[in-house]
């Protein structure tokens, strides 16, 4: 009669009691075993991590679109979200990037501080670290942070229309796209032969009175000479219900 065993494996007991050869997982002596094939000839999907991004992006916006809320608490719910996707230790928030010792150009003034700090990241294996130029207890190989990107399945900025009273401005996200795209090509220049992580630039339209224009921020981020738009995916969710902004206000 066929059996089970606890490492899940089928096995037929041999009807005629010929020579019984040791199942390898178990040890039984048994004549046939469904488990013989080498699991390591087995081919194991590889990880769509584009899908799974997409996925907890398409959630989160359907889940909190009608939420009123400051930016903190939208960027933990898309975390959780994430974190449902890929696991509780592979999800970060704001590693930071030191961008001092990257060479020169216009985007310098516009990003300001000598620090990138990038919304939320996924690693490509278990096991989250600080990631920190800085950090005594996970201080960077080349001391700006940028080889950590190297751990990295995906890297994303989010920003959120509903948290600014006068509507999500088209100059704050084209900013988030200078950032990116900075990450991204000096990371590819110093590390040529390593592939960069997936990068997405998300919004989540959900004004309560205002519609975010999607097609005059691709008009922006083409023309600007600092953003390269190869370099990472734009995902905006229109979100419906809006917030209802009339709930929220007090009738005295």
């Known amino acids: 009669m066929p059996h089970r065993h606890h490492h899940g494996?089928?096995?037929?007991?041999?009807?005629?009691?010929?020579?019984?050869?040791?199942?390898?997982?178990?040890?039984?002596?048994?004549?046939?075993?469904?488990a013989l094939a080498d699991v390591s000839e087995v081919a194991v999907?590889?990880?769509?991590?584009?899908?799974?991004?997409?996925g907890a992006w398409g959630v989160f916006a359907a889940t909190c679109g009608a939420y009123l809320a400051q930016e903190p608490s939208?960027?933990?719910?898309?975390?959780h979200y994430v974190i449902s996707q890929f696991g509780i230790d592979r999800v970060a928030r704001e590693p930071i990037v030191h961008t001092k010792p990257f060479p020169p150009g216009s985007w310098r003034a516009r990003l300001g501080a000598q620090e990138a700090r990038l919304d939320l990241v996924v690693s490509r294996?278990?096991?989250?670290?600080?990631?920190?130029y800085a950090n005594r207890h996970y201080k960077s190989a080349d001391g700006t942070g940028l080889s950590a990107l190297t751990d990295l399945a995906v890297i994303s900025e989010l920003k959120v229309a509903a948290t600014q009273w006068e509507g999500l401005g088209h100059a704050e996200v084209v900013l988030?796209?200078?950032?990116?795209?900075?990450?991204?090509?000096?990371?590819?220049?110093?590390?040529?032969?390593?592939?960069?992580?997936l990068a997405y630039l998300c919004v989540l339209d959900n004004h309560p009175k205002?519609?975010?224009?999607?097609?005059?921020?691709?008009?922006?981020?083409?023309?600007?000479?600092?953003?390269?738009?190869?370099?990472f995916e734009l995902l905006v969710a229109e979100a419906s219900p809006r917030p209802a902004l009339e709930a929220t206000m007090s009738s005295g």
């Open 9 to 34: 494996e089928r096995h037929l007991a041999s009807p005629l009691g010929e020579n019984l050869e040791p199942c390898p997982a178990c040890g039984e002596r048994l004549s046939r075993c469904d």
């Open 45 to 54: 999907p590889a990880e769509d991590i584009d899908r799974k991004f997409r």
């Open 74 to 79: 939208f960027q933990m719910w898309f975390g």
């Open 125 to 132: 294996a278990p096991g989250i670290r600080a990631i920190h």
């Open 176 to 197: 988030d796209a200078v950032k990116l795209t900075v990450l991204l090509r000096e990371f590819e220049r110093v590390h040529p032969h390593v592939a960069p992580p």
């Open 210 to 231: 205002r519609t975010y224009k999607t097609e005059v921020l691709e008009e922006r981020l083409h023309a600007d000479p600092e953003v390269e738009r190869s370099r």
